[in-house]
């Protein structure tokens, strides 16, 4: 089946520096990539929606010089948590799509800690 | 804007037992798609089930299944013989457009707990 492997798993930053998060569809081409956040025994919240080749589309009250999203190629999504502050530590799941009737993949998550 | 709505933050259920997990949604759309999620500790999500309100006839995955009622915006999941690997926190989802492969809007999420 489709996978989605997210890279890394848990990583541990200090606060003012900025951490990189890897999406890659291993088998299929997502032409659309999905980012959330997600607290502890929460819902996840959906933060913007990248297509292959165009700009994120963000959500309300998510900041786009915060979270930057690119989405170069139809295998790799990176999700750029910028000037990283305490706040900011939160589980990150992506999600890619192919389209119709494909469904979603969902990648395994990253677990980011400011300190 | 979708909304879906997860009334139980929690649960509970007996190996073996049977229980229903509620979830309703507003939306516009006459044709949509509807999910069911699993999020096991792993935190790894995991798709259960999946129903297009256009099919008069509730989805089944072996021991999940559908009740949905279109008239009342209402999904609920169903999990029939619990195992203690079902334990686990679930979420409905409605995508976007009603479509299969739009953003998802996920409810609050109901957290499964499973006694031996």
């Known amino acids: 089946g489709a996978v989605v492997s997210q890279h890394p798993s848990r990583v541990i930053c200090k606060s003012g520096t900025s951490v990189k998060i890897e999406c890659r569809s291993l088998d299929f081409q997502a032409t659309t990539m999905f980012w959330y956040r997600q607290f502890p025994k929460q819902s996840l919240m959906l933060m913007a929606t990248?297509?292959?080749?165009?700009?994120?589309?963000?959500e309300q009250g998510v900041e786009k010089d915060k979270f930057l999203i690119n989405h170069a190629s139809l295998t790799l999504s990176t999700l750029t948590v910028t000037s990283a502050h305490p706040e900011d530590s939160s589980f990150y799941i992506c999600s890619a799509t192919q389209g119709f009737d494909y469904g979603y993949t969902f990648g395994s998550g990253t677990r980011l800690t400011v300190v | 804007a979708q909304t879906v709505t997860q009334s139980q933050p929690e649960m509970s259920v007996q190996e073996a037992e049977t229980v229903t997990l509620s979830c309703t949604y507003d939306t516009s759309e006459s044709d949509y798609y509807l999910f069911w999620y699993k999020q096991p500790p792993s935190r790894q999500m995991i798709l259960v089930i999946r129903?297009?309100?256009?099919?008069?006839q509730n989805a089944t995955e072996n021991r999940f299944s559908v009740n949905f009622q279109k008239a009342a915006k209402s999904f609920s999941l169903k999990i029939s013989d619990s195992q203690l690997g079902d334990a686990a926190m679930y979420f409905c989802a409605y995508p976007a457009g009603g479509t299969s492969y739009g953003k998802l809007t996920f409810g609050q999420g109901t957290i499964l707990t499973v006694h031996p």
């Open positions: 129903q297009e309100a256009y099919k008069q």
């Open positions: 990248s297509n292959e080749g165009s700009k994120a589309t963000y």
